[in-house]
């Protein structure tokens, strides 16, 4: 059973940073891809951002674009999400995913039903 948890949410002023980790255990990631998706209040969860295991793949929705980075430390064994230039519209609860299957492809990873384990949510809250 894979497990995952995420932390470094926090509260943070626009235009400001933050980076978010994410620490899976309980198997084998080597075929997996991982990704985070966030869920404001009143919305559908959404995707932010995936990367692919393997090759190293990333995937970012338009809105988050040359100010999020997502990216895999091996040593560490966790998947971080640095968002910059933050705004008040990316205030949600960001959530750590991994797809079990292997797949490359932006489609595969752009939506939470691609997903099949997800972390407990850290919030992120960014004030105008």
């Known amino acids: 059973q894979v497990q995952l948890v995420e932390s470094g949410g926090g509260l943070v002023q626009a235009g400001g940073s933050l980076r978010l980790s994410c620490t899976p255990s309980?198997?084998?990631?080597?075929?997996?891809?991982m990704g985070w998706l966030r869920q404001a209040p009143g919305k559908e969860r959404e995707f932010v951002a995936a990367?692919?295991?393997?090759?190293?793949?990333?995937f970012y929705t338009s809105s988050v674009k040359g100010r999020f980075t997502i990216s895999r430390d091996k040593a560490k064994n966790t998947v971080d999400l640095q968002m910059t230039s933050l705004k008040p519209e990316d205030t949600a609860v960001y959530y750590c995913a991994a797809r079990r299957d292997y797949c490359s492809a932006y489609g595969c990873y752009d939506g939470p039903g691609d997903y099949d384990y997800w972390g407990q949510g850290t919030q992120v809250n960014v004030s105008s």
């Open positions: 990367i692919t295991l393997t090759a190293g793949n990333t």
């Open positions: 309980g198997a084998t990631f080597s075929s997996y891809g």
